[in-house]
């Protein structure tokens, strides 16, 4: 069974600075996807960032980037010039390609923008 | 916004009582994903319908059941409900018409309460 985990319950970042969230996952897939969900207060989540298991090249949206290593089964999320909005829990998510559309998410991170 | 809807945002009910959620997809959205978010378990996938039919189960209770209309409109049914059933309740959409494998897209939720 596929598992994802993130081992950092909380993280804080001054604001402007850049912070990267940790995520690992465990698959014996080689076709799947991994997205970065965020969870404000508000309790929407919102995708952040997508990234194809085949694409070598890491997803970047705007401030938001990634660090995908396969062979390594990581999947970290750098969240630069942070801004007080980015002030949420962080969700890291695996799908497979095939078979069962399903996510699978990590227990979460909840990051803190210090003024 | 995600463009997908759900209603009510907030149910509180009894034990034992029943319970309906709806969940409108995005427009042209053919699956829809019901998640359950509670403190201890998580974000949990319950199941997965697409085009009408049931597409994938997971974790979800012999008490609970969904279904997918025409219109691709969905209902998760709760019944008999226990204290532990207070959750955050998602419903996710993807699939657009023309076949192409999409991004699962998050409405804002359905907080029920068991009292």
């Known amino acids: 069974a596929q598992t994802v985990t993130q081992s950092q319950p909380e993280m804080s970042v001054q604001e402007a600075e850049t912070v990267t969230l940790s995520c690992t996952y465990d698959?014996?897939?080689?076709?799947?996807?991994l997205f970065w969900y965020k969870q404000p207060p508000s309790r929407q989540m919102i995708l952040v960032i997508r990234?194809?298991?085949?694409?070598?090249q890491n997803a970047t949206e705007n401030r938001f980037s990634v660090n995908f290593q396969k062979a390594a089964k990581s999947f970290s999320l750098k969240i630069s010039d942070s801004q007080l909005g980015d002030a949420a829990m962080y969700f890291c998510?695996?799908?497979?390609?095939?078979?069962?559309?399903?996510?699978?998410f990590g227990t979460g991170t909840r990051l803190t923008i210090i003024p | 916004d995600s463009g997908v809807t759900q209603t009510p945002k907030h149910l509180i009910t009894a034990t034992g009582q029943r319970v309906t959620l709806r969940c409108s997809p995005r427009?042209?959205?053919?699956?829809v994903y019901w998640y359950q978010q509670s403190l201890d378990q998580g974000l949990q996938f319950l199941i997965q319908?697409?085009?009408?039919?049931?597409?994938a189960k997971g974790n979800i209770l012999e008490r609970f059941s969904a279904q997918q209309f025409p219109d691709l409109h969905s209902e998760l049914n709760l019944s008999s409900l226990e204290l532990g059933d207070s959750a955050l309740y998602f419903c996710?959409?993807?699939?657009?018409?023309?076949?192409?494998?999409?991004?699962?897209?998050f409405g804002p939720g359905t907080r029920l309460t068991v009292l």
């Open positions: 996710a959409s993807s699939v657009p018409r023309d076949g192409l494998r999409d991004t699962q897209y």
């Open positions: 698959t014996s897939e080689s076709d799947y996807y």
């Open positions: 990234q194809e298991a085949y694409k070598q």
């Open positions: 998510a695996y799908r497979p390609n095939f078979g069962n559309e399903k996510l699978t």
């Open positions: 427009s042209g959205d053919l699956s």
């Open positions: 319908y697409y085009n009408g039919e049931e597409r």
